[in-house]
């Protein structure tokens, strides 16, 4: 109750204006992350369902195109609502951040399966 009751005064104090910069913030963080989990399921890892397969032999590690492709979609999904708001931003973020995350995976698998001579 005391959250409930806290949360229900700190709304009621926002302003429409900063309402609005807090869903767009949020929409900007959560919009290409979307489109890296569904990269990674639907195309790199193609449904994979069993842990094995996930994971593969080797422990989880950190994936800088992932990083990368998360930030470029936060900075295309601002930009967007600053500069053109009239399109919508969260379909071209959504876009661009599924296939440079996807572009960028798939580049560096090739680079670990070629085999040297």
């Not at 967007?80 to 071209?92: E, F, V």
């Amino acid at each position: 109750m005391i959250i409930g009751a806290v949360g229900f005064l700190f709304a009621t104090s926002l302003t429409m204006g900063e309402y609005f910069n807090f869903l767009l913030l949020i929409g900007s963080l959560f919009v290409p992350l979307f489109g890296i989990v569904l990269a990674d399921y639907f195309v790199i890892r193609q449904r994979a369902s069993d842990q094995t397969a996930l994971v593969g032999d080797r422990h989880l590690e950190w994936q800088g195109g992932g990083l990368a492709a998360w930030l470029v979609g936060i900075l295309v999904y601002q930009a967007i609502t600053q500069w053109a708001p009239q399109i919508g931003a969260s379909i071209p973020s959504f876009v661009i951040t599924f296939l440079l995350y996807t572009g960028l995976r798939l580049v560096r698998q090739q680079r670990l399966t070629r085999v040297p001579y």
